[in-house]
């Protein structure tokens, strides 16, 4: 069985401020993606990382996977309370949508 | 609105009753998914469809559960005789992968069906 263990399991923080979160796993994966859920809603896809190395950003959020594509890391430069959710990280083999899901990190920005 | 759409929002019920959730993916989305979430936890992949066809059913899916997609657009997914270890958010989700691999492909969540067994 794959399994992602992210971390830390809740981060909160004032805004204006940086923050990393990690997502690793001893398996590795054909594509990682990263997700953000709010409460009573189903996660929406930020990103997705293939290549081993690749960094992505989006905005105020770079992600990276690791190079050798067990692990990811999303980093938020100058965090706003609309950053406020739950960040999951998946795990994909040669099938997207049956990702293995880590348990999230929940943050909190406070103004 | 031309996202996943999930019906109902909300299910309470007593131990031992059935029940059926709806899911309308985006439209000529050829892929279905089905997952199970509980508090504190991320989503647990139990089961997809390929246009009409179910391909693969997760271990979590015991007998009681069943889902369908009969022309290949809405699914349903059937709980019998609910147990309280049933209660949880159910979340379908679809895609329109392109390729043999799925690296590229996307997938949009419904709101969710959130199941509370009394």
């Known amino acids: 069985t794959q399994l992602l263990e992210q971390s830390p399991q809740f981060l909160s923080i004032q805004e204006g401020e940086n923050l990393t979160v990690y997502c690793n796993s001893s398996?590795?994966?054909?594509?990682l993606q990263w997700y953000r859920q709010e409460p009573g809603e189903g996660p929406v896809l930020l990103v997705t990382?293939?290549?081993?190395?690749e960094v992505k950003k989006l905005k105020r959020l770079t992600f990276q996977f690791g190079d050798a594509r067990k692990d990811s890391s999303l980093h938020i430069t100058a965090a706003q309370p609309g950053d406020t959710g739950l960040y999951l990280c998946a795990g994909a083999g040669t099938n997207a949508g049956k990702s293995t899901f880590g348990d999230g990190t929940t943050l909190t920005v406070k103004p | 609105d031309t996202g996943v759409s999930q019906d109902p929002r909300h299910k309470i019920t007593k131990r031992g009753q059935n029940v059926t959730f709806r899911c309308d993916p985006i439209?000529?989305?050829?892929?279905l998914y089905w997952y199970r979430q509980t508090l504190g936890q991320g989503p647990e992949f139990l089961t997809y469809f390929q246009n009409e066809a179910q391909l693969e059913k997760s271990r979590l899916l015991s007998d009681r559960f069943s889902a369908e997609r009969p022309k290949g657009s809405f699914s349903t997914l059937e709980i019998q005789r609910t147990e309280q270890g049933d209660s949880a958010m159910y979340l379908c989700a679809s895609s329109n992968p392109r390729g043999q691999f799925a690296t590229n492909e996307k997938l949009f969540f419904g709101s969710g069906t959130q199941l509370s067994v009394l």
């Open positions: 990382v293939v290549t081993g190395g």
């Open positions: 398996s590795v994966f054909s594509s």
């Open positions: 439209s000529e989305h050829n892929r």
